[in-house]
């Protein structure tokens, strides 16, 4: 289902074919009390884990009131919230609308960032550079998508790239480059249900970005230490990469992806390496619960 993040630098590159078409529009997501979440990562010498979340406060007169939460390191270095105002039909940090996106140009620009090239195609799900639960959902409920791929700049300071789909105008994932500074994120939960078309109350979690750590010993010098981390979310279906070492007279070590699936008691398993190449439903059964 997934594809590894390195594979997300790839998103600077180029496509050159362009079509024409008059795109359905599905903004029902849009509603006050829907919080979009992306997980991501920001790296130079070093590199974090990266999180941010936009909660729809309220929508009055068009506009969106919009309330972003943001941290590095598994919500452990939070940054301040941010609340600002964007019209609805028109673009915000995590949306361009769809009649917005069918008259996008070149030299337009989203969010600051001037946009210098536009490819729309139709993309089937194991096209998209990087994909989590959300847009997986999105092609289950329809298999072919029209998908709008931008590049935009900072003049002299950066790059970046966003692919938004262009029936509910949803980014599903971006990137900013600036010299050796990468950040990007990808769209890893909405409590929005895509092929019913309402919006359900969120839970107490864990959410995107949620990390447990555990070390156990004993006695007879033995030490387990297991770390777990939320990486997406779609309704009751959880997924996580789990990453574990055992110690005792030598060391073993694992890093695998778990998936549950809500009201289908099937937990299921594979190595975080073979992952990718296998959507979740067809990944080993190993028991019944996540946690």
């Not at 096209?127 to 092609?139: D, R, S, T």
């Not at 949620?210 to 279906?237: A, D």
Request: aromatic share 16%; net charge negative.
């Amino acid at each position: 289902m997934k594809k590894y993040f390195f594979v997300c630098f790839l998103m600077f590159l180029t496509w050159g074919s362009i079509t024409n078409n008059v795109w359905a529009i599905d903004t029902g997501w849009m509603q006050r009390g829907v919080r979009v979440w992306y997980l991501g990562g920001v790296g130079s010498g070093t590199s974090s884990n990266a999180e941010e979340a936009y909660l729809i406060n309220t929508i009055d007169g068009g506009n969106a009131q919009v309330i972003r939460h943001s941290a590095l390191t598994h919500w452990t270095a939070p940054n301040a919230p941010e609340t600002q105002t964007y019209p609805v039909s028109s673009m915000g940090p995590f949306w361009i609308h769809p009649q917005r996106l069918q008259t996008l140009a070149m030299g337009d620009h989203w969010m600051g960032w001037e946009i210098t090239l536009i490819t729309r195609l139709n993309y089937t799900y194991d096209m998209l550079p990087y994909a989590f639960l959300p847009a997986k959902a999105l092609f289950d409920f329809k298999p072919q998508r029209e998908i709008v791929k931008i590049v935009y700049m900072l003049a002299g300071y950066s790059t970046g790239t966003a692919y938004i789909d262009a029936e509910t105008g949803l980014v599903l994932q971006y990137s900013k480059m600036s010299g050796y500074v990468t950040v990007f994120f990808i769209l890893s939960e909405i409590n929005y249900d895509f092929a019913k078309k309402f919006a359900f109350a969120e839970d107490t979690g864990p959410h995107t970005g949620y990390r447990s750590f555990v070390s156990e010993s004993s006695f007879s010098g033995g030490l387990v230490v297991i770390q777990s981390l939320v990486e997406t979310r779609y309704g009751k279906t959880v997924e996580m990469r789990v990453l574990g070492s055992a110690t005792k007279n030598s060391m073993i070590q694992w890093d695998e992806n778990y998936c549950f699936f809500g009201d289908v008691p099937v937990l299921r398993r594979m190595n975080a390496t073979q992952a990718p190449d296998y959507p979740p439903e067809q990944w080993n059964e190993i028991g019944q619960f996540l946690w």
